[in-house]
């Protein structure tokens, strides 16, 4: 029990890291997508007045332009979560392998 506890301890550890680190990456993209759309909406105000010049809403315009952030948001989000995925998995392998190997040699000393 003790070589499974030095194996798992450091693993356990790093879970802090990996939290702060995902928390750090939210907040940063999340401030990214916010300036890159307000970037976007700015470069977009003669499209918009073209659009409000033909009769359109403010508030069509504005949904079409929420609908499209939140598609390419959307869309974004399943590549992550999909590459993160495919990512993880490959380094939980590598860890497996890791404590295996770890655990062969305690036995074997």
């Not at 609908?67 to 590549?79: G, H």
């Amino acid at each position: 029990m003790d070589s499974y506890n030095q194996i798992v301890g450091p693993v356990e550890g790093l879970s802090s890291v990996f939290s702060t680190f995902l928390i750090i990456v939210l907040i940063f993209g999340g401030i990214s997508i916010a300036v890159i759309s307000s970037i976007a909406i700015r470069e977009r105000k003669y499209e918009i007045g073209v659009l409000r010049a033909m009769g359109m809403k403010k508030s069509t315009v504005s949904f079409s332009l929420w609908l499209e952030v939140f598609l390419i948001t959307a869309v974004c989000v399943v590549i992550g979560i999909f590459g993160g995925t495919m990512i993880a998995q490959s380094i939980a392998d590598i860890l497996l392998q890791q404590i295996d190997a770890v655990q062969a040699a305690t036995q074997n000393t």
